[in-house]
């Protein structure tokens, strides 16, 4: 009885107690076995359904196009999906169990990924035999409010990379082909209005007047193409002048001016006194502050106020603009200048 008890509490829930005696000891025997046989049914039962469940957790995680690594809290590694295993260019069975650091040690990527640098988002890596990109996310595995493990989550950003750069070259072309038909538009306009080839009516006039100004609206907007595809290939040529404050303000205001008004929404200027001339690209100085009020414009409610504040601070000028409309959620603002966020 005694050997039978050492046994279930060591969880060999197949011992059993054979007695031939019809009395109290054949008794608990038949008890004993009872219970034995119910634990060890329970055991195989929850065994299976863990097991099941192990087993479909797994699978979800290794359909994942994305590279997930799981840690326990001390920086054991559980487990590697097949995404990191050929990311990492680990076996998940060679490094279960071992601590990440180690690991790190004989593999730089995994240094990198353990690394807490909330400004390094976006990794390079060479995966799929090409140049890949990466966004890393650590999640915080928690039980009861208590962090016991971190799951790190590589998504494969390479598609959205090829289709950017794609879109820019495409821009640019696009763009710098227009501009010689444009500027031969133009300059077709303007012999038109040359009395030497002849007199014009007062509506041809008008009709050319209109053409030249459409023209000039087009090339304003090819060389603003341009301008995209050179911030986003990191090739933008900044132009860096003596200007007015007042003057940016005052062209930033007049281009939103027709959006504003459709809404009903007024556009309260407030500019600070004597303020002194900056020192920088008036036209994309520009261009950042029509962006900043196109937003505002399109997140506030019709009837609503926009405040346009230009002040001296310190040795700098200061532009802001505040807008009443439902704002962004705290939580996303940490992201909003990600790349395809």
């Given at each position: 009885m005694s050997e039978g008890i050492t046994e279930i509490a060591n969880k060999n829930y197949s011992k059993r107690i054979y007695l031939e005696q019809q009395d109290e000891f054949g008794d608990l025997a038949e008890a004993f076995n009872t219970m034995a046989e119910k634990l060890d049914e329970y055991e195989n039962s929850n065994l299976a359904q863990l097991k099941f469940e192990k087993s479909r957790i797994e699978t979800i995680i290794n359909q994942?196009?994305?590279?997930i690594v799981g840690l326990d809290n001390k920086k054991n590694i559980l487990f590697l999906n097949e995404v990191a295993e050929k990311i990492l260019g680990l076996k998940e069975a060679d490094i279960m169990n071992k601590y990440a650091p180690d690991v790190a040690l004989k593999n730089d990527l995994m240094?990198?990924?353990?690394?807490e640098d909330p400004q390094r988002k976006e990794l390079k890596i060479y995966a799929d035999n090409k140049e890949s990109y990466f966004n890393k996310d650590v999640l915080n595995v928690t039980d009861n409010n208590v962090v016991i493990g971190k799951v790190i989550v590589l998504r494969n950003i390479t598609p959205f990379h090829e289709l950017n750069e794609a879109k820019t070259n495409f821009i640019a072309t696009v763009s710098h082909e227009?501009?010689?038909p444009i500027s031969s538009i133009k300059m077709s306009a303007q012999l038109l209005t040359d009395e030497?080839?002849?007199?014009l009516s007062d509506e041809q006039k008008e009709l050319i007047a209109s053409i030249r100004e459409d023209v000039g609206r087009l090339l304003k907007i090819t060389g603003e193409l341009l301008n995209m595809t050179q911030v986003e290939t990191g090739n933008i040529q900044l132009k860096y002048q003596h200007t007015a404050p007042e003057k940016i303000i005052d062209q930033a205001i007049r281009t939103v001016k027709m959006q504003a008004q459709?809404?009903?929404?007024?556009l309260r200027?407030?500019?600070?006194?004597n303020l002194p001339a900056i020192n920088a690209d008036a036209e994309k100085t520009t261009w950042v502050l029509i962006n900043f009020l196109t937003n505002a414009i399109k997140y506030s409610q019709?009837?609503?106020?926009?405040?346009?504040?230009?002040?001296q601070k310190e040795n700098q000028t200061a532009f802001t603009v505040t807008d009443h409309g439902k704002g962004i959620e705290k939580k996303y603002l940490p992201k909003i200048f990600d790349r395809y966020f």
């Open positions: 994942m196009k994305d590279g240094r990198t990924l353990l690394q227009l501009k010689t030497r080839i002849g007199a459709q809404k009903e929404i007024d200027l407030t500019i600070g006194n019709g009837n609503s106020v926009i405040e346009v504040d230009v002040q």
